[in-house]
C-alpha cells in the first residue's frame, strides 16, 4: 500500500546503483533517492528506505557509500572525535538542544518514507543524547544542507577535501574504457584465430 504523504521522487538510475555497487562491492538495497552527490559526480550518500525488500528494519535513512568518504569519517573516529562530541553534548545546552533537533528532523526524513514500528523513535548515529557513529552525522550533513546537524558540520569540516586529488568518477572512467578496450582486443583476437583456422582448412 502506498504512503500518501511520502514525497514524490524519481528512480533512482541504474548508472548510479552500479557506482554505488563498484563503492560498496555490493549491489545496494532498499534505496530510495541518491541523497547526496561527490563533487565528482558520483553518489556518495543514499538515501535508503526504512525497512528493507527482505523485511528488516534499517534507520539508518541516509547512508554514506563514497570508501574516501568513509575512510576520512573513520580516521575522525579512531582521533577520538566522537568521546570529545559526546562529553560536550553534556556541558553545551545549545549544543544538544540542536543536536536533539537534528534527531527529530532525523525521524521526520524516515518517516516520509513509511512507518517501522520496531525502530520507531530511534533515529541513527546515538542521536540525541550521544555520538556513536560520524559516518551516520556527516551523511546526515550532506543530505539535509549545513545548519540541521551541528556534529555533522563540525566533521564535514575536518575532513577537508576528501575527494581529491583525482575523481572517482575519473577513475571509474578509466577503468571501464580500459576493460571495454581489452574485451575487444579479446574478440578480434578470437575472430583472427578463427579466421586463420578457416583459412587453413580451405588451404
Not at 533537533?101 to 513509511?114: D, I, M, P, S, V
Request: with cysteine.
Amino acid at each position: 500500500m502506498s504512503n500518501p504523504d511520502r514525497p514524490s521522487q524519481p528512480p533512482v538510475e541504474p548508472a548510479d546503483l552500479d557506482a554505488v555497487e563498484r563503492q560498496l562491492g555490493r549491489r545496494p538495497r532498499g534505496v530510495a533517492a541518491v541523497a547526496h552527490r561527490c563533487p565528482c559526480g558520483e553518489p556518495d550518500v543514499l538515501r535508503t528506505e526504512p525497512r528493507l525488500p527482505d523485511g528488516t528494519p534499517f534507520p539508518t535513512t541516509y547512508y554514506a557509500t563514497c570508501p574516501r568518504l568513509t575512510g576520512a569519517v573513520s580516521t575522525l573516529e579512531t582521533a577520538g572525535v566522537m568521546k570529545e562530541m559526546t562529553e560536550r553534548l553534556g556541558r553545551d545546552e545549545q549544543l544538544a538542544a540542536a543536536y536533539a533537533k537534528a534527531h527529530e528532523h532525523y525521524l521526520a526524513q524516515r518517516a516520509e518514507l513509511g512507518a517501522v514500528p520496531e525502530i520507531e523513535g530511534v533515529s541513527a548515529g546515538g542521536m540525541p543524547t550521544r555520538v556513536k557513529c560520524l559516518h551516520v552525522l556527516v551523511g546526515h550533513s550532506l543530505a539535509a544542507g549545513p545548519g540541521v546537524n551541528p556534529l555533522g558540520d563540525e566533521a564535514l569540516a575536518m575532513l577537508g577535501d576528501w575527494w581529491k586529488p583525482t575523481s572517482c568518477a575519473a577513475v571509474h572512467a578509466a577503468e571501464d574504457a580500459t576493460t571495454a578496450l581489452a574485451q575487444d582486443t579479446a574478440q578480434d583476437t578470437a575472430q583472427h584465430t578463427e579466421q586463420d583456422t578457416a583459412d587453413g582448412v580451405d588451404r
